[in-house]
């Protein structure tokens, strides 16, 4: 079973800058991983994934602001957020799965994080 664990979300103004960190409780090399986000009263929507080969899928809406990497010495992944905007405000999750790819669909994925809110005023 993997626990996902998310930090480094806050309250930041438009324009500026966040990374966000996930951190695995098993060596994460052969696991997809993937950002999720949800804001109040919408669905739950795909962010940015990374398929074990290094494949990348991001979303329209972050393409050009937001980087997704991952350390796996530190099973660990990031989401580098800059040029924040107010409708990126969300609860920001991590996922891992050991055969999604960096397909952005949340149902195809097994391990969740518990969360964290990112605020852009």
């Known amino acids: 079973h993997v626990q996902l664990v998310e930090s480094g979300g806050g309250t930041v103004q438009a324009g500026g800058s966040l990374t966000l960190s996930c951190r695995a409780s098993?060596?994460?090399?052969?696991?997809?991983l993937a950002w999720f986000r949800q804001a109040p009263g919408k669905e739950r929507e795909g962010v940015a994934g990374l398929d074990i080969d290094t494949s990348i899928t991001y979303a329209d809406s972050v393409k050009g602001r937001f980087t997704i990497s991952r350390d796996n010495a530190e099973n660990t992944l990031y989401l580098e957020m800059n040029n924040l905007k107010p409708e990126d405000t969300a609860i920001y999750y991590c996922?891992?799965?050991?055969?999604?790819?960096?397909?952005?669909?949340?149902?195809?994925?097994?391990?969740w994080g518990q969360g964290t809110q990112v605020t852009v005023s």
């Open positions: 996922a891992a799965d050991l055969n999604t790819g960096s397909v952005l669909v949340a149902d195809l994925w097994d391990y």
């Open positions: 098993v060596p994460i090399n052969w696991y997809c």
